[in-house]
């Protein structure tokens, strides 16, 4: 068995493309510039008329309003910019009918606002109308420009004023209140909910539930960390820069959106290391059982081996002890039957000699006329003895015994006794021989025996050694399994894919 390493995740079906934030983002980006649309610009001459070269930019009006905002003299900083903003209101009214309009020098000219081809007049706007008479009191030959509300109340001096409807106190400060909000809103990042992060993570984790890869909670628990995660990371990092921004006098929502879609996709990694950490853990818990089971399985082989070699050098001892012991016992055994045999001849060899003289002198007797030619025998006799002797002391027992057989199947005086000796150490010997061809084949049997154990026995050796490895391996591969499982499990979840091992 070998441990293969498995193949990645493939996680492009789950990844939420990187326009998606983008998208959400541009909702944003579409708002500001709607937002800065909706500013009218007869505000912000107003402010830079009142303040001169103090409003350069929609930055530092916005900075400026800000300051406004926080200060004990906001509602009356309100109210003079309501006036200015009438001021500008009705110099592009005339204007637009065909009058001649010019400004005042400065915008606290004393007794008038604009000049009406040539005529200075005052621009009088509010919800009472004291500082309307008291302007025509004191300035009785500079006429007022206002609304139609406060020009009825004084019906005696309707040749001295000029009303207005655009001049009206609630349109004018509805124009002043939408376009500070605006203003105020276009360098603001506010929170906002990602509609199209939502609808792309709640349509993935809907196809996954309905496919059956997970269940409602991981559903639900995927989709929120997504729509959390852009979310926050768009609010954190548009806030971030529009706050710089702000602190710079600058109001660029682009610049804004383009920091918060950044946010949105830092947000979006953020939130998908959390919905997957359950799934990179137990992918680090798999590949660490799977580390661990290969090195394992590395360290059970070569002690497998060890394990089996050393078993077989074990029996193989045994075997060569059991065959030495065989030998020696069937090796004892021919010794025994040799020793006897060649204690039988070296008896023989040693009594030829004398039985030879001896039976020559038996033999050799006769009438005194065969005395010389009996004479001569009987030396023949002691001659052969003699010879006798001298192998029976120059050979082994037997080659002498060969020897002497030779001489006396040769003799010219037949022994009738010693040829009787001869034939019984001739059948001694033969049985010799044949005992040592039946212990060389009981010895050879009982070694085949001894054998065949042996090898029988090191077929077991190696068929336990090699069922305690499968079972061992069995366990891994059920342990792997479980753990692929449970990594595949968190993966469909997540609409990831993952190989399951085979």
């Not at 500070?180 to 906002?192: C, I, K, M, P």
Request: proline fraction near 5%; aromatic fraction near 6%.
């Amino acid at each position: 068995m070998a441990f293969h390493r498995q193949s990645g995740l493939d996680t492009r079906s789950s990844k939420m493309p990187w326009w998606v934030p983008g998208a959400d983002a541009g909702l944003v980006y579409l708002g500001k510039l709607q937002a800065l649309s909706a500013i009218d610009p007869r505000v912000i001459q107003a402010m830079d008329f009142w303040l001169k070269d103090s409003v350069g930019d929609l930055g530092e009006a916005r900075r400026i309003v800000l300051e406004a905002t926080d200060s004990e003299n906001y509602e009356r900083w309100l109210e003079a910019l309501k006036g200015y903003i009438g001021e500008q209101v009705a110099a592009d009214l005339l204007e637009t009918q065909g009058f001649s309009v010019e400004w005042a020098p400065a915008p606290n000219e004393q007794g008038w606002d604009l000049s009406i081809n040539g005529q200075p007049v005052n621009v009088k706007v509010g919800a009472t109308a004291e500082h309307v008479a008291r302007h025509l009191a004191e300035h009785p030959d500079i006429p007022v420009v206002t609304s139609p509300e406060l020009a009825a109340q004084f019906p005696d001096e309707a040749d001295r004023i000029i009303a207005l409807p655009e001049l009206d106190n609630e349109a004018l400060e509805a124009i002043r209140d939408e376009s500070l909000d605006n203003l105020v809103e276009a360098g603001e990042w506010e929170a906002v909910f990602p509609v199209v992060t939502a609808v792309a993570a709640g349509g993935r984790e809907l196809v996954l539930w309905l496919s059956g890869d997970t269940d409602l909670l991981s559903a639900v628990r995927n989709a929120g960390l997504d729509v959390a995660g852009v979310g926050v990371g768009m609010f954190i990092t548009g806030h971030l820069a529009a706050s710089a921004l702000t602190a710079l006098g600058v109001v660029n929502p682009l610049a804004a959106t383009v920091a918060s879609f950044g946010g949105g996709l830092l947000g979006k990694s953020l939130a998908r290391s959390i919905k997957t950490r359950p799934l990179e853990e137990a992918v680090v818990e798999f590949r660490e059982a799977q580390e661990a089971a290969r090195r394992e399985w590395m360290e059970r082989r070569v002690l497998f081996r060890q394990t089996v070699l050393r078993g077989i050098a074990a029996l193989e001892r045994e075997l060569r002890e059991r065959l030495r012991r065989i030998e020696r016992k069937h090796r004892r055994r021919l010794s025994t039957e040799k020793s006897r045999f060649e204690r039988a001849v070296q008896e023989f060899l040693h009594d030829v000699p004398d039985r030879l003289e001896s039976g020559a002198e038996c033999a050799l007797s006769g009438p005194p006329e065969l005395g010389p030619w009996l004479e001569r025998e009987r030396q023949w006799v002691r001659e052969v003895a003699d010879g006798i002797r001298r192998l029976v002391q120059s050979l082994p027992p037997a080659d002498a015994f060969a020897e002497v057989q030779d001489v006396l199947l040769n003799a010219r005086v037949p022994i009738r006794q010693l040829m009787e000796s001869v034939d019984t150490l001739v059948q001694e010997h033969a049985r010799m021989l044949t005992a040592a061809g039946v212990e060389r084949t009981l010895a050879e049997r009982e070694a085949r025996r001894e054998i065949a154990r042996t090898v029988s026995a090191i077929q077991q050796l190696i068929l336990r050694e090699s069922r305690k490895l499968h079972e061992w391996i069995d366990q891994r591969r059920e342990k792997l399994k479980h753990l692929a499982e449970k990594v595949a499990q968190a993966a469909r979840r997540l609409g990831f894919r993952w190989p399951l091992p085979e």
